[in-house]
């Protein structure tokens, strides 16, 4: 099971990540957990000076945008 994770403090843009990366992984019918660390030391430590980020995995994807679910979902497959 893939682990994504939004890396964010809470804004209305992380919001949106993780409605989208929630919907890539419905539409894509995988199993993946997604979680939302807004701790801004995980953040950090994954390198992350811009958030939103999405990490799938523990590797960084994108930071500092909101990407479509379409877009998420040519890193999940």
Same mark, same amino acid.
């Given at each position: 099971m893939k682990l994504v994770q939004i890396l964010g403090t809470g804004c209305p843009k992380c919001e949106k990540l993780k409605k989208? %990366? &929630?919907e890539a992984v419905q539409q894509l019918g995988m199993q993946a957990q $997604? &979680? =939302?660390v807004?701790?801004?030391n #995980?953040? #950090?430590g994954f390198g992350v000076m811009a958030t939103p980020a999405l %990490?799938?995995?523990g590797e960084v994807k994108s930071a500092? =945008? $909101?990407l479509s %679910? &379409? &877009?998420i979902k040519k890193?999940? #497959?």
């Open positions: 989208n %990366a &929630e $997604v &979680e =939302k807004t701790d801004i #995980v953040i #950090v %990490a799938i995995d500092g =945008k $909101v %679910a &379409e &877009e890193f999940l #497959v």
